[in-house]
């Protein structure tokens, strides 16, 4: 028998609907090991942005695009920047979940680094979280039973790393159910999300972008 032949149709048909998304050029996607306990089928991508000179003379930046920027001195180099990461699971379950409410469920994470003073703006989380609602409305993805947290991760140096400044992280972890089986929307709405997270534009209609990183 072929292993194919023992993948449920419904999941085989989310998969070709994944291979026909159309994600931003500036998303490196890639599919990576799937965990194993979560779902008796599942899928999974990661995702990085890498900005080499982190962007051109009057792009509105944001966020760690500008940043990178800002560190080029304004101009293109051959460094390449790590700009966001993130990763997008699809997990499968023909009998059907109660706690998914449906058959299928996306989880995703998404990390993007920040300016050390933004760390305490209380209001990163909500956006975070409105980045996601509002990429998944524009690219009109249907789904219900979402739920997700916002979480800031804060790094300090000592020692002999002591000079290394402090940095602060937003991590987003989210998953929903979609709709049905075709996840097309879904992919191409992260894809967004994670360019977002990145700072890179351009930002969809009424999302608002995080602050600014400073510019030295």
Same mark, same amino acid.
């Given at each position: 028998?072929?292993?194919?032949?023992?993948?449920?149709?419904?999941?085989?048909?989310?998969?070709?609907?994944?291979?026909?998304?159309?994600?931003?050029?500036?998303?490196?996607?890639?599919?990576?090991?799937?965990?194993?306990?979560?779902?008796?089928?599942?899928?999974?991508?990661?995702? !990085? $942005?890498?900005?080499?000179?982190?962007?051109?003379?009057?792009?509105?930046?944001?966020?760690?695009?500008?940043?990178?920027?800002?560190?080029?001195?304004?101009?293109?180099?051959?460094?390449?920047?790590?700009?966001?990461?993130?990763?997008?699971?699809?997990?499968?379950? @023909?009998?059907?979940?109660?706690?998914?409410?449906? !058959?299928?469920?996306? $989880?995703?994470?998404?990390?993007?680094?920040?300016?050390? !003073?933004?760390?305490?703006?209380?209001?990163?989380?909500?956006?975070?979280?409105?980045?996601?609602?509002? +990429?998944?409305?524009?690219?009109? +993805?249907?789904?219900?039973?979402?739920?997700?947290?916002?979480?800031? $991760?804060?790094?300090?140096?000592?020692?002999?790393?002591?000079?290394?400044?402090?940095?602060?992280?937003?991590?987003?972890?989210?998953?929903?159910?979609?709709?049905?089986?075709?996840?097309?929307?879904?992919? !191409?709405?992260?894809?967004?999300?994670?360019?977002?997270?990145?700072?890179?534009?351009?930002?969809?209609?009424?999302?608002?972008?995080? @602050?600014?990183?400073?510019?030295?």
């Amino acid at each position: 028998m072929n292993a194919l032949d023992q993948v449920p149709p419904d999941f085989l048909r989310a998969l070709e609907t994944l291979r026909k998304a159309q994600c931003r050029k500036e998303l490196r996607l890639a599919e990576i090991p799937a965990p194993a306990r979560l779902a008796p089928f599942a899928v999974a991508l990661g995702a !990085e $942005v890498m900005a080499p000179g982190a962007g051109t003379p009057g792009t509105p930046l944001h966020g760690p695009a500008a940043m990178a920027f800002a560190a080029s001195g304004g101009a293109g180099d051959e460094t390449e920047t790590e700009l966001a990461t993130g990763r997008f699971i699809l997990l499968h379950d @023909p009998e059907g979940s109660d706690v998914w409410d449906g !058959e299928f469920r996306i $989880v995703t994470y998404i990390r993007a680094e920040l300016e050390p !003073e933004m760390g305490n703006d209380e209001m990163l989380g909500t956006v975070a979280w409105t980045w996601l609602v509002e +990429a998944l409305e524009n690219h009109k +993805a249907q789904y219900r039973a979402a739920g997700g947290t916002a979480t800031r $991760v804060l790094s300090e140096s000592f020692g002999t790393l002591a000079e290394r400044p402090g940095t602060i992280d937003i991590e987003l972890r989210a998953s929903w159910t979609p709709a049905s089986a075709d996840v097309t929307a879904h992919l !191409e709405a992260w894809s967004d999300m994670v360019c977002t997270f990145a700072g890179l534009p351009p930002l969809p209609d009424g999302v608002t972008p995080l @602050p600014h990183r400073r510019r030295n």
